[in-house]
């Protein structure tokens, strides 16, 4: 394996870390949110999980961002239980398979479409149903937008990333759930914030310390431009053939 990508490998269990701390410091928030509008338990479930995930982490050899990947899905898949377990472990494990050639801008977009497209494949959530969906999309398309169209470096289109999915967390609040076990209560879901949302926001912020921190830099400032939304029926990354209607999106 390059020297490079043992790095690479080496921050990924960095992150994997950071995120396991994040969430057990989140942890009671994260309960607080779920026991509003769920059953209590997305605290305790992530806590669990990103805590088996990085000691199994911790404990590969020389491990490559791929195996990391994969270890870590596969131990959440295991660890996370509920609604969510599958969704962010399941979509982990089939997004590492675009890391083969290790962590570069294109294979990070790759890697990002496909955990996205997973989440959405499993749960059948779509923007505006008070997801995790919710975060994750618009962190997903602003990311590849800004690598792909504005040609950013690959630390600030995370972080550009980072802020979409902060406002995809607020935009949970005001809305309906109308997936998972929040649709439970209609109406009565709205002005409550999506626990799953907010902890891919933790996530999504801990990746991005960790990842300036392996490139010897400040987390970067970045303008609060508009997220990069998809259209409705979230077809929207250009080029991907899905749906003809989605082409004049942005
Ligand atoms: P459970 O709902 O089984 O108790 P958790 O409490 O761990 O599981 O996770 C709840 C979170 O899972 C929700 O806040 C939401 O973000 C996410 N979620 C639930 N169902 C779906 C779905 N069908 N698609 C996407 N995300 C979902
Ligand atoms: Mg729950």
Redesign the pocket.
């Known amino acids: 394996m390059s020297e490079e990508r043992a790095q690479d490998g080496e921050a990924v269990v960095r992150a994997v870390e950071a995120v396991a701390e994040r969430i057990e410091t989140e942890r009671a928030h994260l309960t607080d949110?779920?026991s509003a509008?769920?059953?209590a338990?997305?605290g305790g479930?992530?806590a669990r999980g990103w805590a088996a995930a990085a000691e199994a982490a911790r404990e590969l050899d020389d491990p490559d961002p791929q195996t990391v990947c994969k270890t870590v899905g596969k131990t959440l898949m295991a660890e996370?239980?509920?609604?969510?377990?599958p969704?962010f472990g399941g979509s982990l494990v089939f997004a590492s398979a675009d890391l083969d050639d290790g962590v570069t801008a294109e294979s990070a977009v790759a890697f990002a479409e496909t955990y996205l497209q997973k989440?959405?494949d499993?749960?059948?959530?779509r923007v505006g149903?008070?997801?995790?969906?919710?975060a994750l999309t618009p962190a997903v398309h602003t990311f590849k937008k800004s690598i792909e169209t504005d040609d950013l470096a690959p630390l600030e289109a995370l972080a550009k990333a980072v802020d979409a999915a902060e406002r995809g967390v607020a935009f949970t609040v005001p809305i309906r759930a109308r997936?998972?076990?929040?649709s439970y209560l209609g109406w009565r879901s709205v002005g409550h914030q999506?626990?799953?949302?907010?902890?891919?926001l933790f996530i999504l912020e801990e990746v991005l310390a960790t990842a300036a921190d392996a490139l010897g830099t400040d987390v970067p400032d970045v303008d609060a431009t508009s997220p990069t939304i998809p259209d409705a029926d979230g077809d929207s990354v250009e080029g991907d053939g899905a749906d003809p209607a989605a082409e004049d999106d942005d």
């Open positions: 949110l779920d509008i769920g059953d338990d997305h479930n992530m996370v239980g509920g609604a969510s377990g969704l989440v959405e499993r749960g059948d959530a149903d008070q997801t995790m969906v919710d997936k998972g076990r929040a999506d626990p799953g949302a907010t902890s891919t």
